[in-house]
């Protein structure tokens, strides 16, 4: 089974040189998970940078990149995202 999208993935800190980050699982699984996020909560991650109970991604999310993207593609973007079958990431 392939665990794209499942999260836990090592990726640079863009904020801290030499430091790691674990990629976070954008799955649809309720737990691990967006499963639970509206579409707006998604959208709002993907453009601002803020997870649904307010806490920031960290800036190697690529949000300031996706701030500016017409309302279609970010619509696009949540549709495709729902469509990834949930993976548990534990």
């Known amino acids: 089974m392939s665990r794209t999208f ?3 993935r090592q990726l640079p800190a ?4 030499g430091a790691t980050i674990v990629s976070r699982n ?3 699984d309720p737990q691990d998970g967006i499963g639970k996020w509206t579409d707006d909560q998604v959208r709002r991650a993907t453009t601002e ?3 649904p109970d ?3 991604l960290v800036r190697t999310m690529p949000f ?3 701030v500016n993207m017409t ?3 970010l619509d ?3 549709a495709f995202l729902r469509t990834v079958p949930p993976i548990r990431s534990r």
Do not use: F, L, Q
């Not at 863009?14 to 040189?17: G, I, L, S, Y």
């Open 26 to 28: 954008i799955t649809s």
């Open 64 to 66: 300031d990149w996706y």
């Open 54 to 56: 307010g806490t920031k």
């Open 6 to 8: 499942a999260g836990g």
């Open 71 to 73: 309302g279609a593609d």
């Open 49 to 51: 940078g803020v997870r």
């Open 14 to 17: 863009m904020t801290h040189p």
């Open 76 to 78: 696009a973007i949540v």
